[in-house]
C-alpha cells in the first residue's frame, strides 16, 4: 500500500485523471444503472450516485492531495465540521429549491428533502476541506473560500457570459435576423429561477464539483511542467472524454460537436485565463462555470446566436495573445 501511495505521490498528474475516470465511469456509472427503478429507495440511491459521479474530479483532487500529504497537522476538527454543517445547509436548501422549480416528475417535497440532504453531503465535504487539519488539503481547496485576485476578475467570471449572449444578440438583429428575437421577457419568476440555478451549478453541476479538479488540481501541475495553453488543451481532453457519457448516453441525443470542438476549448481558455488572474483562485472559475452553466434558462431572454459564438471565441484568442499563454509561468507563481 505504502508503494502505492508513493507512486501516486511522484505521478499526481496522472493519478488525478486517472482517479476522475474510476470514480467516475468505473463506480458512478454502473451504480446508476444498478439503481435504476421507480421505487424511492432506487431513485434516492441513484440520485446519490450521480452527484459521486460528477463530484469525480473534486474528489479526484482530494484523493491526491492526501496522498501527497508529508504528515503537517494544524488547526481543529471542529472547525471543519462548521464549515461542513453550513455548507450541507445551504447545500441542501438550493438543491430542494432548485428540485421544487424544475422536477416534473410529481414526487413530493419529502422526497426533495431526503436527496437533497444525502446530495448536500458532497459539496459539504469539498468546501470544508478548506478548514482540514491535513495541510496539504487545506492548501488545494482554501481559495475556495478564501479567493485571491482583485474583485474585478470575479465580476468578469460572473458577466461575462451573459454580456457575450447579450452582445450576440445585438448584433444578430443589427443584422435584420428577426429570428433571433427572444421567446420572452425577463420576469420575477425567470429571474428566480437563473438565481436558484446559478447557485445549485456551482455546488454540483460544474462550479465546486468539476473547477475544484479540472482547474484547481490539474492546471497548476501542469503549468509547473508546459504553458498555460498547452495546460488548457490537456485539461479540455480529457475533461470532454469525461462529458460524452453525459452528452450521449444520459442524454440521448448526438454527440454536441459544437460545443465540445468549439465553445469547449474556448471557454476552456477563460476558466484558465481567470484563474491565473487570480493568482490560482478556485472560487473563480467556479463561479464562471456556473453563470455559464446558468445560460441555460436564461436563453429565453437571450438565445445562442452565431455571433455569440464568434465573440467568444475571439475574447479567447484575446487572453492567449494577451497574457502570451504559450510562455511558460515563473516557477514562483502562485497559479
Keep these: 500500500m505504502q508503494s502505492v501511495i508513493e507512486w501516486v505521490r511522484r505521478n499526481q498528474i496522472i493519478s488525478f485523471f486517472a482517479l476522475v475516470y474510476v470514480i467516475s465511469f468505473g463506480v458512478g456509472i454502473p451504480l446508476v444503472y444498478l439503481f435504476q427503478g421507480d421505487h424511492t429507495v432506487q431513485r434516492t440511491l441513484q440520485f446519490f450516485v450521480v452527484r459521486l459521479l460528477l463530484y469525480g474530479p473534486a474528489l479526484a483532487g482530494m484523493i491526491v492531495a492526501r496522498a501527497a500529504d508529508r504528515g503537517e497537522r494544524t488547526g481543529g476538527r471542529n472547525t471543519r465540521w462548521l464549515a461542513f454543517a453550513i455548507s450541507w445547509a445551504l447545500a441542501a436548501c438550493v438543491s430542494v429549491l432548485y428540485l421544487m422549480r424544475t422536477s416534473g416528475d410529481g414526487a413530493g417535497p419529502s422526497s426533495f428533502i431526503v436527496i437533497s440532504c444525502l446530495g448536500a453531503l458532497f459539496p459539504a465535504f469539498v468546501i470544508s476541506g478548506a478548514f482540514s487539519r491535513i495541510t496539504s488539503i487545506r492548501g488545494y481547496i482554501s481559495t475556495l473560500v478564501r479567493p485571491r485576485g482583485g474583485i474585478v476578475w470575479y465580476l468578469v467570471a460572473l458577466l461575462a457570459f451573459p454580456v457575450i449572449h447579450l452582445l450576440g444578440n445585438m448584433l444578430t438583429r443589427a443584422m435584420g435576423d428577426a429570428g433571433s428575437a427572444p421567446a420572452e421577457g425577463m420576469s420575477f419568476g425567470l429571474f428566480t429561477l437563473v438565481l436558484i440555478t446559478f447557485i445549485h451549478v456551482f455546488f454540483y453541476t460544474g462550479g465546486v464539483n468539476e473547477e475544484s479538479g479540472w482547474r484547481g488540481f ?67 472559475p467556479a463561479l464562471f462555470h456556473a453563470s455559464m452553466n446558468t445560460m441555460n434558462p436564461l436563453m429565453r431572454v437571450l438565445p445562442a446566436t452565431d455571433a455569440g459564438t464568434f465573440i467568444l471565441v475571439g475574447f479567447a484568442v484575446f487572453a492567449v495573445v494577451y497574457d502570451r499563454m504559450w510562455k511558460r509561468l515563473p516557477l514562483d507563481a502562485p497559479a
Design 218 to 284: 490539474a492546471i497548476p501541475r501542469l503549468q509547473a511542467h508546459v504553458c498555460p495553453l498547452a495546460a488548457c488543451l490537456v485539461v479540455w481532453g480529457f475533461h470532454m472524454l469525461w462529458e460524452l457519457p453525459f452528452d450521449t448516453i444520459f442524454s440521448g441525443s448526438p454527440w454536441p460537436w459544437m460545443s465540445r470542438l468549439v465553445w469547449m476549448p474556448s471557454w476552456s481558455i477563460l476558466f484558465v485565463w481567470i484563474y491565473n488572474r487570480t493568482r490560482g483562485s478556485i472560487l473563480a
